[in-house]
Nanobody, 117 residues
């Protein structure tokens, strides 16, 4: 597996919830993993990150609504998304990250999240 595999997206009404899963390309035990999203016509942006030690970071637009977690044994990272808004509509991707910045793996196909108003 040379790229992560994301799943769990779908169509949901505003205010609803989804839980995304990402099976990483390799070990995430000591490596940060980021969740990114790309909306139509926009650049891909970081949404949330979980470090190897388990500390988390969120962009302001999702703080208090999204929660990132992981299972090292399964090389899997999750993104619980609550109180979804139409502006959360995007393709969501994950990727392992270098400590110096940048992503480690090729990008996967992502998972589409569509939030209707």
């Amino acid at each position: 597996q040379v790229h992560p595999v994301e799943s769990g997206g779908g169509l949901v009404q505003a205010g609803g919830s989804l839980k995304l899963s990402c099976v990483a390309s390799g070990s995430i035990f000591s490596i940060s993993v980021g969740w990114y999203r790309q909306a139509p016509g926009k650049q891909r942006e970081l949404v949330a990150r979980i470090s190897g030690a388990g500390s988390t970071h969120y962009v302001d637009s999702v703080k208090g609504r999204f929660t990132v977690s992981k299972d090292n044994a399964k090389n899997t990272v999750y993104l619980q998304m609550n109180s979804l808004k139409p502006e959360d509509t995007a393709v969501y991707y994950c990727n392992r990250e270098f400590t110096t910045g940048g992503t480690i793996d090729s990008w996967g196909q992502g998972t589409q999240v569509t939030v209707s108003s």
